[in-house]
């Protein structure tokens, strides 16, 4: 049963506009989400975050807007750049033994940034 | 970056043998974690870690056990490795538990024939 969801496996869109990558999730208690972007043969590089109790949060060309009542986030990239071109995870936080986190993730989308 | 180091990079083994994962911190972070990521499952975790000889189980682990006798390591051991044990293995840290990002190793490409 996938808890976080991202429905898109891929997106192509051109330099200077506007990229939107979208996330769902199903568990109530999930308390903090996350975006990750990862290149081939790398880790998971962390982008942005937004807590539960929070709607948006932005970072430089990244915003992270979150809908609660949807169970619902989304990642803009604003303008987008070659560069972004990567693989795109949504994670989702809940709290386990010792106060330490899970990060559930989706199941990435690719976006290629075309010039 | 994080000081996070995976070792090894690479590895190709046959089933049935024992397997040994390291990952090392140079950050003195407190939480540790190993995932792992297969096509069409994103990452899933399979043990953590939250202190030194302090660790956990994760959605994950049958088959895998870990160890941390000190801060920076986090050993992953797969008893008797299986072709379904053939992923791609990253470890994490993260200074705080909740609310906090984890940060990720350059992963482990192991296949098992």
């Known amino acids: 049963d996938q808890q976080v969801k991202q429905n898109s496996p891929s997106l192509s869109v051109q330099e200077g506009r506007i990229s939107i990558l979208n996330c769902d999730y199903t568990?109530?208690?999930?308390?903090?989400f996350l975006w990750y972007k990862k290149y081939p043969a790398e880790g998971p590089t962390f982008l942005i975050s937004?807590?539960?109790?929070?709607d948006k949060n932005e970072d430089g060309r990244f915003t992270v807007f979150l809908n609660k009542s949807a169970k619902h986030l989304s990642l803009h990239i604003v303008p987008s750049q070659p560069g972004d071109s990567a693989v795109y995870f949504c994670?989702?936080?809940?709290?386990?033994?010792?106060?330490?986190?899970?990060?559930?993730f989706g199941t990435g989308t690719r976006l290629q940034v075309t010039l | 970056d994080a000081g996070i180091t995976q070792s090894p990079r690479h590895k190709v083994t046959e089933t049935g043998t024992p397997v040994t994962l390291r990952c090392h911190q140079t950050?003195?972070?407190?939480?540790m974690y190993w995932y792992r990521q297969d096509p069409g499952h994103g990452l899933r975790l399979i043990h953590y870690?939250?202190?030194?000889?302090?660790?956990d189980k994760g959605e994950v682990s049958d088959g895998y056990s870990v160890s941390r006798s000190k801060t920076e390591d986090f050993l992953l051991t797969l008893e008797s490795a299986t072709s379904s044990q053939t992923s791609v293995y990253f470890c994490?840290?993260?200074?705080?538990?909740?609310?906090?990002?984890?940060?990720f190793g350059p992963g482990t490409r192991l296949t098992v024939l």
């Open positions: 937004i807590s539960s109790i929070k």
């Open positions: 870690s939250y202190g030194v000889k302090d660790t």
């Open positions: 568990n109530s208690m999930f308390d903090y």
């Open positions: 994670a989702a936080s809940t709290t386990l033994t010792g106060t330490a986190s899970k990060l559930t």
């Open positions: 994490a840290i993260s200074e705080t538990g909740q609310y906090n990002e984890q940060f």
């Open positions: 950050e003195n972070h407190r939480y």
